[in-house]
């Protein structure tokens, strides 16, 4: 198995990023976005997928915090497709339903090649520290289509806004590893077309 990994470089106006990401990691993050919860949430991301992340992120945050989530949003998801590559040998499918505390949220994903976003998260506070939680939406938003993914999150029960949002990261993280896991069955790419793009 070789090493699935990419390093992607994203610069404009309003957002300058690097990241170095490894489908194939232990979970180790240096991460730096300017954003303390987001830091934080994307630190579970790597580490309960067992991905590795080393990400730089300059924005614009005295505008706000949208260019840099939704951009880093992009960024990660260009850097999920190129690792991935081709996706010969993969199961495809992921999903996860996952508990914190009060909170179960379901994650489910398929690597089609095809963009999808169907997300259903309720909160009843505008910010979590200094981030805004109707930037969760663009967060995923952007890495679905990123990556051209059909990305499904969907709180079933929960009422505690920080627990939701990192339920939300913990879950897509391991539906994401699950469905980037070789078998052996899987003769090419698992796909009556013959491609996944």
């Given at each position: ?51 590795d ?35 010969q ?52 938003y ?51 077309k013959?491609?996944?793009?």
């Amino acid at each position: 198995m070789s090493n699935r990994s990419a390093i992607i470089q994203r610069k404009t106006k309003e957002t300058d990023i690097s990241m170095e990401f490894s489908v194939d990691g232990n979970g180790i993050a240096q991460i730096e976005t300017g954003i303390g919860f987001f830091n934080h949430m994307l630190d579970s991301f790597t580490r309960h997928g067992f991905f590795d992340m080393k990400l730089a992120v300059t924005g614009d945050l005295y505008v706000d915090s949208h260019h840099t989530v939704e951009d880093t949003g992009i960024v990660l998801g260009q850097a999920i497709k190129s690792a991935l590559g081709d996706k010969q040998g993969i199961i495809r499918y992921g999903s996860f339903i996952l508990p914190m505390d009060e909170t179960l949220v379901l994650c489910a994903i398929d690597l089609s090649g095809r963009p999808y976003l169907s997300y259903d998260l309720t909160f009843t506070a505008d910010k979590i520290g200094y981030m805004e939680t109707e930037l969760i939406h663009e967060f995923f938003y952007a890495v679905s289509y990123s990556a051209g993914m059909n990305l499904h999150i969907k709180q079933l029960s929960g009422g505690n806004n920080h627990h939701i949002v990192e339920a939300a990261f913990k879950a897509f993280a391991k539906a994401l590893d699950e469905a980037c896991r070789f078998d052996e069955r899987v003769n090419g790419v698992l796909s009556t077309k013959g491609s996944i793009d």
